[in-house]
């Protein structure tokens, strides 16, 4: 099962998307290039050892070497560095990073990082991302801050700690963080990126291999080998838990995944309609106790507004 890249052993997860390869092999060929320089480096400093000894050189000479060697080795160092960076480095950035698919073509999603947790968000059968707000966060409840009675979040999927992807897809994650940095880590698609709060960073990849079965829910949970999403970014006092898992479906899989968590279309709509608002006998007190509870940022000026959404939850 062990597999090496230009014969070096590198001990990584299992590649599953389809950059995984040529990143592993980069890896591989940085470590071949370390070892020269490395070995090289090596037998220069015990050359100056043996040559320079005090033996020899009793008295140091003030003036140094002579001649340009070593400007023309300094500009040629340089010289290929910059080569690399803008013949190699830049474009291959460009391409692997920046060149983000279409939404059409792409499966999308919305990562949401926090202390200490992972919401996904989909957006469902219409393609559309339902309408959010940082006001109708409710620790547990809608973590996502998600508007319900806005037609596009109606069919929206939303899950903690749970990403699940088609195989041979573009997936398309737009990754943001309510708190502070996070970072996304998927080891298995060879995919890293900070999350940053205030920013919406895109990052795309395609997974080309189905999670197998001993690393899927719930088998993968008895022996901790789920296909984990981990945070990789000191991110508070127990960021160590910061752990959620994802799976690659097949198309069939992750259509039926998808269903099965799609939301109740009509009755939640509906309901807040019958059932007008309580008389609240005191309303200060009532609707003070409860949203503070719910919601940290304590907004106490819509108080109405958060009543019927819980009421319409119960049903
Ligand atoms: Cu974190």
Known sequence: MQTTHYGLPLGLPEEASAHALQLDNLTALVHWFMAVLFVGWGIFFVYTLIRFRKGRNPVASYEGAKGHFSTYGEAGVVLIEVILLVAFAVPIWANRVNAIPPEQEAVKVRVVAEQFAWNVHYPGADGVFGRTDPKLIQAGMNPLGLDRTDPAAADDVTTINQLHLPVNRKALIYLSSKDVIHSFF???????????????????????????????????????????????????????????????????????WLAQNAPAPQPSAVAPLPTPPAPTGEPATATGAAIPGQNPAGDGGPAPTPTPPSGGQNH
Not at 197 to 208: N, Q, S
Not at 218 to 247: F, N, S
């Open 186 to 256: 998927l080891p298995q698609m060879r995919v890293k990126q900070d999350a940053i709060p205030g920013m919406t960073i895109p990052i795309w990849f395609e997974p080309t291999k189905v999670t197998p079965a001993e690393n899927s829910l719930p088998a993968c949970a008895v022996g901790m080998k789920c296909w984990e999403i981990a945070c990789a970014q000191l991110c508070g006092i127990t960021h160590y838990r910061m752990r959620g898992y994802y799976q690659i479906h097949d198309e069939a899989g992750y259509n039926e």
